[in-house]
């Protein structure tokens, strides 16, 4: 037989689809034609594949192979291609039964030695594989343990192409590897650890319990820093549907701990204020990657000293914090990643930082304005609370009467806050107030009219736009929700908007 066919899956994003391989010998001069969209990486593939299987005791077909890449439309991208290449060619050529490669899905990177190597994806694309119907899948062994969180089909370990051609012949049987337990989550840093602060403490468990962004502006040594690293240990863990959504981001990225298949807990990203737009938001040269932004889906993004990142680069967040996901479209393709994090903005007050506080500082008034105005209006008006802390006192500081609260306790009072808001969002798909959109906010959840008073005089004399007055009610139910309560009052409005005008007051 000259005709062979297997299957692969190609990625657009995080979400994978069925590439058919098929592969034709026939007379002629002896060569390869590769079809299909193949990226540069693809295309070679055809050495490394011809290297790979001479090297593992096989025989490259010396005619014409004609190399069938569908849907020929899709890009195919990526070195995940090869193992799935190899076979095909092996079976054309009957070194192994081509009915036995029919139905197999292959994954994995070959090395020139026939090893096969981990690829970026697997997540995906094994769940890709599921949905179409398939039943087994191989793949590298350095990735068994990720595509058996796939529940429903069978997944086979493969070291070397030579385990893979054995296995076909029928001579020995790849490892079938199951899901691993998965080790305990080792806790994150403690709310504990933070000394004074309590506007700072306050506001963390708020952002924690709506789902809230957050812009802490402060002295150096204030605790911000400490604060939006303690914010996901308040976060409840992830369900089942949550941690492969966020693995699969992960899993594309490159950045999955090895022996941490699934993320169950929600992720922090900080990256460093000379991030590039492709480098925050997601995209790159080559195949189209997440950015911090999206892998931070479920979780943190912080951006430290934020005013220092280049304006037109946090400008880029304003849509996908709005939209909850984010598309990057580029000559070949596009590509669509999840991105409903929660952020955490922190600057200093001025240029120069002073821990003193205003009595040491150095700047003039125009260049606090001008470096304060490099976080635009438009992005400071989609966060929900604004604090300002001051220096940590002495006397907070070496006081030993009472300890702070821990996580733990905080972390209580968030999953009981959120699990307020679920039972009164129920039917509506949406799980936390941040998400509840402001027409439903009036009409359906809309405070007692005394209760508005104050947020209503803030809207009439310029201090809140509309869309100001929408968060401002997210947040008063999260802390209604908090406090137990069935409707938020007088006090929750309040305080609510003082948690949002705070910054713009001072």
Known sequence: MTLARTWSVGLAGVHGALVDVEVDLSAGVPGVVLVGLPDAVVRQSVDRVRAAVVNAGG???????????????????????????????????????????????????????????AVRGVLPAVLAAARAGHATVVVPAGNAGEAALVEGI????????????????????????????????PPGPDLGDVVGQPIGRRAVEVAAAGGHHLFLSGPPGAGKTMLAERLPGLLPALDEQAALEVTAIHSVAGTLPPDSPLVTRPTFEAPHHSATMAALVGGGSGPIRPGALCRAHRGVLFLDEAPEFPRAVLDTLRQPLERGSVTISRAGGAATFPCRAQLVLAANPCPCASAAGDAACTCSPLERRRYQGRLSGPLLDRIDLRVDLPAVTRAAWLETG?????????????????????????????????????????????????????VERALERGALSVRGYDRVLRVAWTLSDLAGRTVPGPDEVAEALGLRLQRAAA
């Open 154 to 185: 069978e997944v086979l370990a493969a070291g070397t192409l030579a385990e893979v051609v054995a296995h076909l012949e029928g001579r020995a049987s790849l490892p079938r590897h199951t899901r691993p337990a998965l080790p305990p989550t």
């Open 59 to 117: 025989r490259w077909p010396l005619r014409r192979i004609t190399i069938g890449l569908s849907p020929a439309s899709m890009p195919k991208q990526g070195s995940g291609f090869d193992l799935a290449l190899a076979t095909a060619v092996l079976a054309a050529d009957g070194a192994v039964p081509p009915e036995s490669v029919g139905r197999l899905v292959l994954i994995g990177e070959l090395g020139l030695d026939g090893s096969v190597r």
């Open 402 to 454: 009472t300890a702070p609260e821990p996580t733990s306790v905080v972390a209580a009072r968030v999953a009981h806050a959120r699990a307020a808001a679920a039972a009164r969002l129920s039917g509506t798909g949406l799980g936390v107030n941040s998400q509840v959109p402001g027409r439903l906010l009036r009409e359906r959840w809309s405070p007692p009219r005394s209760a508005l008073r104050l």
